[in-house]
């Protein structure tokens, strides 16, 4: 007998995919409400270290992801004209056969976790949300958006960066800030050079060319957008050239290629970080929902994914244990490494702001490999 056979997970993001991927494989029930009624996302790709690859082994998805993904093993760092700073070769956490690092679009990434989620009988139910959540000792009393109801043993909030859920919990004690930067993304064509991971300091802000497929990678650049401006969508390749300025050797190629600004994709940076166990009673936080950091060190969704991992083992633990010690559990094991990570991308983008090139980068990106790759 596992602590609780019904749970409900509020989004349908890669954290709540994961989670219901992983509770299915110990046989618990799962109902997952996805607030949006079409069910995309954004086309562009993500990066995904050691740790995620290990972790989509242990979610038993990694043949598939493999699949639709770029393998590749080191993550460079370089000048913004191209000159080499460090090369870490990748560790193969996932075991000697597999590919230490993926590039993959988020795309195939959601269509991967959503169809093994469907698979293992996780009861999908789209342009639908949580209204109101009322506790018991024994479980929790949910009323979903379109008027229905049920009851389960667990609710798991990982509905993102705005979650409706941690409102419910927390009031508005936690709101999403921003941190000063934005990000900008554009696809191009493989560049056959980038076989890696590919990371270019820049004087004002990075930039950096992720694989994706054979013929596609993704370039992404970090920049100081002070009170975040609105941007108007029509100017947004000349924006994002403008920003380039300063990069030569491939990037600088590349920059004069971005002329669409249809398919450009901009984002302002926010975040938000639950300083207090991300539960209260039997409702429960994960992903963005509890600690939404920014991209510079390309782990949100790692952290995302390991925190369904982690869940899923410890609410398939048979025997005795209660949901609050369980959930206590699952905060010591989440909560330092999930600060690190928020506290460190957070800083890497200070830096930038600052113009602090005295700041050790290559140092922070050794440190965060090294503490990623350590069990959970
Ligand atoms: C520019 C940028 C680049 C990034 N690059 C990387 C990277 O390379 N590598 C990496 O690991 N991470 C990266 N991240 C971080 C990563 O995208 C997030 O950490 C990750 O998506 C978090 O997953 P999540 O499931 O917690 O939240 P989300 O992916 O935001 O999913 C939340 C889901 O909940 C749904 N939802 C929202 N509200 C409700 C509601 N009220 N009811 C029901 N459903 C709801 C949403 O529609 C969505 O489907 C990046 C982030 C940004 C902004």
Not at 112 to 127: F, H, P, Y
Not at 144 to 165: H, I, M, N, P, W
Not at 253 to 279: A, G, H
């Amino acid at each position: 007998m596992t602590a609780v056979s019904k749970v409900l997970i509020v989004g349908g993001g890669i954290g709540g995919l994961c989670a219901a991927i992983a509770l299915r494989r110990k046989g618990i029930e799962v109902d997952l409400v996805e607030l949006k009624a079409e069910w995309t996302v954004y086309g562009v790709g993500i990066i995904q270290q050691c740790n995620v690859v290990r972790e989509m082994a242990r979610l038993g998805v990694l043949d598939g992801y493999l699949k639709a993904a770029f393998a590749f093993e080191d993550v460079a760092l370089y000048n913004a004209h191209g000159h080499t700073l460090a090369r870490i070769p990748g560790q193969r956490l996932a075991g000697p056969q597999y590919p230490a690092n993926v590039g993959i679009s988020r795309l195939a990434l959601h269509q991967v976790l959503s169809t093994t989620a469907a698979e293992l009988g996780t009861r999908i139910r789209l342009g639908t949300s949580v209204e109101r959540l009322d506790q018991d000792e024994q479980g929790v009393d949910v009323t979903f958006t379109d008027g229905s109801q049920g009851r389960y043993e667990l609710v798991v909030g990982a509905d993102g960066l705005f979650s409706k859920v941690r409102g419910l919990l927390f009031g508005d004690t936690y709101t999403p800030r921003h941190t000063g930067q934005s990000v900008w993304r554009y696809n191009f064509k493989r560049d056959p050079s980038i076989d890696h991971l590919a990371n270019y300091l820049g004087p004002d802000g990075n930039a950096g060319l992720c694989p994706l497929a054979d013929d596609l990678m993704y370039l992404y650049l970090t920049s100081y957008e002070p009170g975040n401006p609105w941007m108007d969508t029509a100017t947004l390749a000349a924006e994002m050239r403008k920003r380039l300025g300063a990069f030569t050797g491939l990037i600088g190629e590349l920059r004069e290629q971005i002329i669409d600004s249809s398919q450009v994709v901009y984002k302002p940076m926010e975040v938000v970080f639950v300083s207090e166990p991300w539960y209260r009673g039997r409702v429960l936080l994960i992903g963005d929902a509890a600690h939404a950091t920014t991209p510079h060190l390309g782990q949100g969704a790692g952290m995302a994914i390991e925190d369904a991992v982690v869940l899923g083992e410890l609410l398939g633990e048979p025997g005795g244990q209660g949901v609050d010690a369980l959930l206590k559990r699952f905060m010591e094991r989440r909560y330092e490494r999930c600060k690190f990570i928020s506290d460190s991308s957070i800083l890497a983008g200070d830096k930038e702001i600052e113009h602090d090139h005295a700041f050790d980068r290559v140092g922070l990106v050794r440190q965060m490999l090294a503490l990623t790759a350590e069990e959970i």
